[in-house]
């Protein structure tokens, strides 16, 4: 069997990873060059990343991984100004009540893809976007892309995130929701904040200041094993950059308007655009965005695909954001959809289950838990268009 998949993403390489420890030949093209655009600097990821990077992983590769991430983290709070000071005024369990987010730990971004690559090299090819699918008379898919390249599998899954082209042909009655909001993304070291109240109130919380008029969400991400140290103890074939450097960081996000982002698009000028919004805030917030990594903030569109209906089944299928965007956990969607696919496809190259029925049966899964989207009103169905979305 051989499948191909477009994206090289969280829920893509997870995949991706899985198939290749399941002996199943597997491509991956990814529309970027190697060194993409940012998507944030961490993702907080909880049981369903976890299991999902078990099952995938070979083991060397989930103890570096779990050497990328951060303490475990139980509770989320809100800080508020109180007498001139920065206080919790709010606190509860991370228990994914009412869709929300469960307990997990941070994952830097960058260096969990590094390690979610690491292997593949062979399979991945970059700078080639998807352009199109026929599917064959012979059950076969042939897949074109946009450096020329074409190739021909028995499954082709779009994991090509919330702007997917894969769904654009597969389910083109799917619309992505421009929920209008965007969120600017970014990091200091933590020696920004050492020895401030700031750092001793965010503590291992997922934390989100709502002071004068503006909110900060925070977090703080001490690596659990110095990365250089875990790549020479796990991976030492992988690349020297990926661990060059790391060190222990608070991760900060600023929910703002279109407005407020204006043209602001290169990280530096986001950064800058981010200073601007911050001033006025205490001291040690705006410490943390004034010392932040200026090439690591990002703007980010938040985007929202409503439930969609049941369609037939066929070797051609979507994973993650491609199909149920969902900003605060959907990493951990993408690597739940790559591992329960993983599995699927392993059971029909053993000759155990239909191709179609196992990709039916994932699809089912996916439809029939997807919490990540909420309803949305018929002016905002109305404003929506996937073909405008280009995330
Ligand atoms: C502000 C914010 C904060 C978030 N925080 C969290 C968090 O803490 N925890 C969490 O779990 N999730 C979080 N998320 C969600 C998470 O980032 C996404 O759900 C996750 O990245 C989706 O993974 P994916 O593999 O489906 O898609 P992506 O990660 O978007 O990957 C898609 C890949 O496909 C490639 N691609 C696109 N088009 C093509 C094409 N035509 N051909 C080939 N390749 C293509 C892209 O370049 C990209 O590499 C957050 C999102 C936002 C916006």
Redesign the pocket.
Known sequence: MKVIV???????LTLAQGLRREGIEVRV????GPQ?RR??VS???DDR?MTALSACLPPAHLKMAQAAMGRQRDRTQVLSEVAGELTVVRSEPLNGGAGGVRAGRQVDRPLLRAVLLHGLEDAVRFG???TRFETRANGTVRVYFGDGSVDTADALIG???????VRRQLLPQVRVIDTGKR?L?GAAPLATVADTVLLTRIGDNATSAQVRGRIVVLGVLRFTEPPVTARDRWLPDLHAAAVTGAEDYVMW?MPVTPDQLGSADSPHSVWHRARSLARGLPAPLLDVIDGAWPHATVA?R?GMIPPTPAWPAGPVTV????IH??????????MRDAYRLRDALARTARGQEDLVAAIGAVEHDMRSDNHAVKPVSAAQHRSASHSRWHE
Request: proline share 4%.
């Open positions: 477009v994206g090289a993403g969280v829920g893509g093209y990814e529309r970027d993409r998507q944030g993702l907080h990821l990343g080639a976007p998807f994991a090509d995130g919330v702007g997917s082209a969120m993304m996000a980010l938040i994973i993650g954001d491609a965007a969902a900003p605060g956990f959907g990493g951990n969607l993408a």
